[in-house]
DNA sequence: TTGCTTGTTGGTCGCACACTCAATAGCATC
DNA sequence: GATGCTATTGAGTGTGCGACCAACAAGCAA
């Protein structure tokens, strides 16, 4: 009898069942990109019949939508909390563009790109992507807020400083599938570095200079 | 007898079929999207049996990096073209950025977009999008280096240069697909003018001051 | 007009997808 | 240990996709 295959039931609560289907369609949109977020992926990647994700998703585009939400969820714990404490706000913009800019920040990158372009064809993803964009952006703005309060940052509009960081990243973004051109130039890398330094008022090389203690 | 339904045979020579094929496919990616070009689809938009495109086009991929590489070319003819003559480099950039930040030209954004992230999957579209991505940038740089030969323009490197203008640009496009937010700033969609007079050494306002004669 | 090249058809195959629903069985409760 | 609720299965439906290929016929050349 074979025994790697699992067919006995294993019955859990709505609600953890439910978080393991999104968190597993999480996975999947992070590695592969959300087209690949179909019923029979998911559940085999839980060892359940499709059926049963349909169950909790009747339809499969509401899924994608709540994997790319908790996905990106996570992301902006990570590189903008909204609870900062033990750093200065400039500390705090130097790790956040570090790591935005940064390598492993690439499947981030692909999973936004997807997200932005799948929004044309699905609603529900689209309402998903506008709510981030603006929790993204409120928190952008709050940092740049708290940095311009005690002095360290300078800026007459706090939300189109914000703005103009974020399109750099998302312009900088844009490029993650392409094959990028090696003779580029360094200054394209520190672009969002040296853009936030512009736009807040900061001496040129201010925020390449800070120690990020990751 | 029915006589709407097209059942006479009608016989090209390849090239002109080709480019047929190629033509409305194009078409339906602007309109629609890459994806949506599958063999039924464009067999229908020409009125004839879906194995003829697989006669011309026998991997489907193909057919959408050329669909996609001709509507590509077509918009860099319009918007930066090669052979500039009767304006000065200012105003063709002016004309340049006032076009690629309209709203006519979400569809061609949206088709980057498309593009750049289908690229993910499609190594052939991925090739194409890199060669349209220089023809752009060499496009872009060559138009600054006449503008800085003239002396209407001042950059240390019009590379550079270039790629921060269409950071900018992508930026902004990346949104296209979203719902756009009332309280949008004006100054964000001014942000192409203002960093092309920036990175170019212009007076501010001097671009949105040009007079484009469409 | 006849013949022949080859552009075009029409049919088929296999696969992957979302979605539906009656039947089944895990497990908390008593 | 029996019972009942409901989470889960299994089987099936219909659609759309790319790819393949033998047979057909349009229109040029002889």
Redesign the pocket.
Same mark, same amino acid.
């Given at each position: 009898m074979p025994s790697s295959i699992?067919?006995? &039931? @294993?019955?859990?609560?709505?609600a953890s069942?439910r978080a393991e289907i999104v968190a597993a369609a999480s996975v999947v949109a992070l590695a592969e990109g959300l087209e &690949? @977020?179909?019923?029979?992926?998911i559940?085999d990647e839980l060892?359940?019949?499709?059926?049963?994700i349909?169950?909790?998703?009747?339809?499969?585009?509401d899924l994608v939508a709540e994997a790319y939400g908790s996905a990106a969820d996570a992301e902006i714990e990570e590189l903008l909390p909204a609870g900062r404490a033990g750093a200065t706000p400039t500390e705090h913009l130097a790790r956040f563009l570090r790591r935005a800019a940064g390598e492993a920040y690439d499947d981030v990158s692909r999973l936004w790109l997807n997200a932005r372009h799948l929004s044309r064809y699905r609603p529900a993803l689209r309402e998903r992507v506008a709510e981030q964009e603006n929790a993204w952006r409120d928190r952008l703005v709050a940092l740049i807020r708290d940095g311009v309060a005690i002095g360290e940052f300078r800026t007459e509009d706090p939300l189109v400083s914000a703005i103009q960081i974020m399109v750099v990243l998302d312009g900088l973004g844009m490029l993650v599938n392409g094959i990028s051109p090696a003779e580029d130039p360094p200054e394209i890398k520190r672009l969002p570095l040296t853009t936030a330094e512009r736009v807040l008022g900061l001496p040129v090389g201010a925020l390449s200079a800070v120690e990020v203690t990751d």
């Open positions: 699992q067919n006995k &039931r @294993i019955r859990k609560s709505p069942r &690949r @977020i179909t019923l029979r992926r559940a060892s359940v019949r499709p059926g049963l349909s169950h909790y998703f009747p339809a499969v585009e």
